[in-house]
Structure formats: structure tokens, C-alpha cells
């Protein structure tokens, strides 16, 4: 059971906008920490896509965008492409039990 | 360009430890946490710890009793290890950096494949 809850999958057809959602609660994402989120391809290392909410780091295209509000963030994707059918995780901080990073459980996004 | 690589065994026996190193090239280890995150086979993330370029630590609540981390700044390496491994322990093993305790991991090594068994 991850401390951020994001949907197992979704899915979309070429050029549709696709949305993934990132769940906290309030030692988490409602305490005002950060939310960054990944990408990941089969047998690769994460790679970092948005960090600090909505912030897209060099080389990372456009058409993913970040945001948040209280307890929840959202991952968005516009002008799906073939080559973004990957797994996505988002992260934070929970202060809970002494501070921990935290994951999302990762949702695999499925381009039809 | 920052470059991190694990080494260590890639199998470890049941009860045993298991020890993996992290080597940081293209840039200097201090100012920054210095973390272990691992993912089982066909699962999600899961955070292990970090350590501080200073040497304060930080580790999951879960795993607490059985990590330990540890910095040696001359040679630009950290070490994890993990004690009384079982079969759940098997996993791909990443070094990452964090510019912060609620910063993104901005540079991730490969991965280092740990499987636990006789």
C-alpha cells in the first residue's frame, strides 16, 4: 500500500490529453511538500519529468505539464505519442514517522 | 554530466547481508542526500534511505532496523547495506541524488540486480 495513491493504468489514443492522478493526505501533499514525477521505460532508470509541482526540466518536452492542489497533484500528457506508453511515479516528502520520501504506486500509460 | 553506478554481488544468500556501492563521477558529492531506492520485479518504487554528504541518515521506517548507510567523500562513494535479506529483498537497486529531503532525485544510476536465494 503506497502512502500515494495513483490509478494501476490508463490509457489513450494518439493525440488525445491523458491525465494520472497522485493522492496524498495531509502529512504529505496537504502539508505543502512537493510533488515531482517520473517516467520510466522497461529495464531503465527512472527519469525525472516534472519537478517541484510543475517544473519541466531541460529536454523534457511540452506536452507534459504538472500541477496541484491540497491533497492531490495530476500529471498531464497532451498530443499523446506511441513512445510515452511508459510507467509513471510521483514522489513527495510525508512527515510522518520521523520524514520519509515517498513514492506513488506508478501507473502504466497504455497508448492504444 | 553526473554519472552514478552501483556495484556489488548480484546474489546473495537468505540471512545474509547484502552490500552495494555507489560511485559519483562528473561532480562533487557534497550538498546533496544521497539516496537508495529499489523496485522488486514488476513493482513500484520503494525508498530505502539516504545519507547526507555530512553523514546524517534517513531511512524507511519499514527497513529502519536493517539499514545502514554510509559516505566516504575522498572517493566520491556511498554504501548500503541491508541485513538478514530474505527472498522479498530481491530487487533492482538504484543510487540517486537529491538536492533536498523534498527534492526530486535528479541524477539515478542503472540499476544493480540483487536477487536473494540459495
Known amino acids: 500500500q503506497s502512502v500515494l495513491t495513483q490509478p494501476p493504468s490508463v490509457s489513450g489514443t494518439p493525440g488525445q490529453r491523458v491525465t494520472i492522478s497522485c493522492t496524498g493526505s495531509?502529512?504529505?501533499?496537504?502539508?505543502?511538500?512537493?510533488v515531482h514525477w517520473y517516467q520510466q521505460f522497461p529495464g531503465t532508470a527512472p527519469k525525472l519529468l516534472i519537478s517541484n509541482n510543475r517544473n519541466r526540466p531541460s529536454g523534457v518536452p511540452d506536452r507534459f505539464s504538472g500541477s496541484k492542489s491540497g491533497t492531490s497533484a495530476s500529471l498531464a500528457i497532451t498530443g499523446l505519442q506511441a513512445e510515452d506508453e511508459a510507467d509513471y511515479y510521483c514522489?513527495?516528502?510525508?512527515?510522518?514517522?520521523?520524514?520519509?520520501?515517498?513514492f506513488g504506486g506508478g501507473t502504466k500509460l497504455t497508448v492504444l | 554530466q553526473v554519472q552514478l553506478q552501483e556495484s556489488g554481488p548480484g546474489l546473495v544468500k537468505p540471512s545474509e547481508t547484502l552490500s552495494l556501492t555507489c560511485t559519483v563521477s562528473g561532480g562533487s558529492i557534497s550538498s546533496y542526500y544521497w539516496s537508495w531506492i529499489r523496485q522488486s520485479p514488476g513493482k513500484g518504487l520503494e525508498w530505502i534511505g539516504y545519507?547526507?554528504?555530512?553523514?546524517?541518515?534517513n531511512y524507511n521506517p519499514s527497513l529502519k532496523s536493517r539499514v545502514t548507510t554510509s559516505i566516504d567523500t575522498s572517493k566520491s562513494q556511498f554504501s548500503l547495506k541491508l541485513t538478514s535479506v530474505t527472498a522479498a529483498d530481491t530487487a533492482i537497486y538504484y543510487c540517486?541524488?537529491?538536492?533536498?529531503?523534498?527534492?526530486?532525485?535528479?541524477?539515478w544510476g542503472q540499476g544493480i540486480l540483487v536477487t536473494v536465494s540459495s
Open positions: 545519507i547526507y554528504y555530512s553523514g546524517t541518515t
Open positions: 540517486a541524488r537529491f538536492d533536498g529531503y523534498n527534492s526530486p532525485g535528479d541524477y
Open positions: 495531509s502529512s504529505n501533499l496537504g502539508a505543502n511538500y512537493d
Open positions: 514522489q513527495s516528502y510525508d512527515s510522518s514517522l520521523s520524514g520519509s520520501v515517498v
